[in-house]
């Protein structure tokens, strides 16, 4: 039965980042740069192994597929972000947040899957290099990343019919700065059990899945790696792998800090500091780790760059 105050609620209202005025217009600036270097920095690293033939290998095709899916969910997020410190009154419409949160899941959990995906590329390069080209054969990677995006689509649409069932209260004013899981929870005025179980099992299999599947990748790599004699040897295959466990960490680390803990360990504004990591901030620094550690982007990049001058 519908409580008495609930209503078909139209549209929602964002609270945002912060209600203090005063931090808006800085907040604004701060995290449009974090946009422009997120766009820049993954449309950027796209394009370099889509011109570079020398990257066309399966590393780089999930780097590639990585540097998408970054670009698109920080692109489904931000700017409305973007919009709660330069408007009165932020709002979205219902339908135009059960979209948000799709699209956002959807990305999200692609992520967690596709980084899985290179720690298992990684397994192979460095524990059976003979067979690498053979086990990591195109169709092999295309069922990979097949099976990367049917997840997150299966994620997406499991959250997002439990919370399409829900009735919202009369009080729309939504405590986060995107429409996410948890937050939309405390607006419903009917029982959110089944949600709540939903989010430990598919957040469960979304962030489990993957983690095991890197430490059991990392496991069998580091046992290669303290085979390797040689010191070069082995400060060549402890480099190939350092820009993905810098990724992975920054990425699972928060989270799994923002879902696998009971709401009442974890406020909600706290909640909204631990989203920024993994919504704003690793979609930026995931193309400026795989750059910077990264010789064959380098390489590319001078490849590139001296092409334009010279024509």
Known sequence: MVPENSSSVTEFILAGLTDQPGLHIPLFLL?????????????????LIGLNSHLHTPMYFFLFNLSLIDFCYSTVITPKMLMSFVSKKNVISYSGCMTQLFFFLFFVVSESFIL???????????????????????????????????????????????????????????????????????????STRVNQLV?????????????????????????????????????????????????????????????????????????????LFYTIVVPMLNPIIYSLRNKDVKVALKKTLNKNSFS
């Open 116 to 190: 899985s995906a290179m720690a298992y590329d990684r397994y192979v390069a460095i524990c059976n290099p003979l067979v690498y080209m053979v086990t990591m054969s195109p169709q092999v990677c295309l069922l990979l990343l097949l099976g990367v995006y049917v997840m997150g689509f299966a994620g997406a649409m499991a959250h997002t019919a439990c919370m399409v069932r829900l009735n919202f209260c009369a009080n729309n004013l939504v405590n986060h700065y995107m429409c996410d899981i948890l937050p939309l929870l405390e607006r419903s005025c009917t």
């Open 199 to 275: 989010v430990f099992i598919v957040v469960g299999i979304d962030i489990g899945v993957p983690t095991v599947t890197i430490f059991i990748s990392y496991a069998l790599i580091l046992s290669s790696i303290l085979r390797i004699r040689s010191t070069e040897g082995r400060s060549k295959a402890f480099s190939t792998c350092s820009s993905h466990i810098i990724a992975v960490s920054l990425f699972f680390g928060s989270g799994a800090f923002m879902y696998l803990k009971p709401s009442s360990l974890l406020p909600m504004n706290q909640g909204k500091v631990s989203s």
């Open 31 to 47: 995290f449009l740069g974090f946009y422009v270097v997120t766009v820049v920095g993954n449309l950027g690293l796209i394009t």
